[in-house]
Antibody, heavy 122, light 110 residues
Framework: EEHLVESGGALVESGGSLRLSCATSGFSFSNGWLSWVRQPPGKGLEWVGRIKSKINGGTTDYAAPVKGRFTISRDDSESTLFLQMNSLKTEDTAVYFC?????????????WGQGTLVTVSS | QSVLTQPPSVSAAPGQKVTISCSGSSSNIGNNYVSWYQQLPGTAPKLLIYDNHNRPSGIPDRFSGSKSGTSATLGITGLQTGDEADYYCGTWDSSLTAVLFGGGTKLTVL
C-alpha cells in the first residue's frame, strides 16, 4: 500500500528557509514522478511543482509564484522527496502535501500524504 | 482568481444527482486531460477521476467525468451525506507549463 508522510513544517520568519521531507513506501519510488501541492488556510489547492523520475531526466517544473525560490529534489536510495524553500514570504503559509503522479499519467495526483503546516510570520 | 472556474458551491438532497462544472481555455482543458479530486473536511485530497472520465480502482461508479471543448463536468449520482466535501478539477496548462486547479466547489447534501 502506498504511504507518504510529510515532515519539516514549522513557524519561520519572512525571508527565512525551510526544508520539507516526504518519506514514502509501498511503491517503486525511483520510477515515480512526484509533486508538491499546497493549501493556504481555508483556501483551495495550489500546485507547487513536480519532479520526474531519473529515467525520464529527473527534471523539475515549478509554479510561477515559487520559481527561483523553491527547489524539489529526490533521494531514490531513501525513497524520499524534498522541498527546499528559500526567501519565504507570508503568502507561502499553507499546508504542504506531497503526492505521487499517477502511474502512466503526467500530472494527475494519485496518492497523497497527510500534509505538513508551514507558517511564515512577518 | 483561478484560471479554472468552478462554482463555489452546489447542493442537492440525498439520493439525487449533482454536477460540478470546470471551465478553462484552449491552453489547459481544451488540449489536456482533466482530473477531479475530492477533499473531505480535514483530510488530504483523493483522486476521483483522471483522463477526463476514468476512475481509479476503488472509486464507485456513482462518480463520473466528462469533457467538451474547454469545459469539464463531474457528476455524482445517488448522493450520500458522506459525499459532502470540496471538489477540485485539475489539468495541465501548456502555456504556463504548470498544473492548474480550479478554485474548488463545496458540495452540501441537504
Amino acid at each position: 500500500e502506498e504511504h507518504l508522510v510529510e515532515s519539516g513544517g514549522a513557524l519561520v520568519e519572512s525571508g527565512g528557509s525551510l526544508r520539507l521531507s516526504c518519506a514514502t513506501s509501498g511503491f517503486s519510488f525511483s520510477n515515480g514522478w512526484l509533486s508538491w501541492v499546497r493549501q493556504p488556510p481555508g483556501k483551495g489547492l495550489e500546485w507547487v511543482g513536480r519532479i520526474k523520475s531519473k529515467i525520464n531526466g529527473g527534471t523539475t517544473d515549478y509554479a510561477a509564484p515559487v520559481k527561483g525560490r523553491f527547489t524539489i529534489s529526490r533521494d531514490d536510495s531513501e525513497s524520499t522527496l524534498f522541498l527546499q524553500m528559500n526567501s519565504l514570504k507570508t503568502e507561502d503559509t499553507a499546508v504542504y502535501f506531497c503526492a505521487t503522479v499517477r502511474w502512466g499519467g503526467a500530472y494527475d495526483l494519485h496518492y497523497w500524504g497527510q500534509g505538513t503546516l508551514v507558517t511564515v510570520s512577518s | 482568481q483561478s484560471v479554472l472556474t468552478q462554482p463555489p458551491s452546489v447542493s442537492a438532497a440525498p439520493g439525487q444527482k449533482v454536477t460540478i462544472s470546470c471551465s478553462g481555455s484552449s491552453s489547459n482543458i481544451g488540449n489536456n486531460y482533466v482530473s477531479w479530486y475530492q477533499q473531505l473536511p480535514g483530510t488530504a485530497p483523493k483522486l476521483l477521476i483522471y483522463d477526463n472520465h476514468n476512475r481509479p480502482s476503488g472509486i464507485p461508479d456513482r462518480f463520473s467525468g466528462s469533457k467538451s471543448g474547454t469545459s469539464a463536468t463531474l457528476g455524482i449520482t445517488g448522493l450520500q451525506t458522506g459525499d459532502e466535501a470540496d471538489y477540485y478539477c485539475g489539468t495541465w496548462d501548456s502555456s504556463l507549463t504548470a498544473v492548474l486547479f480550479g478554485g474548488g466547489t463545496k458540495l452540501t447534501v441537504l
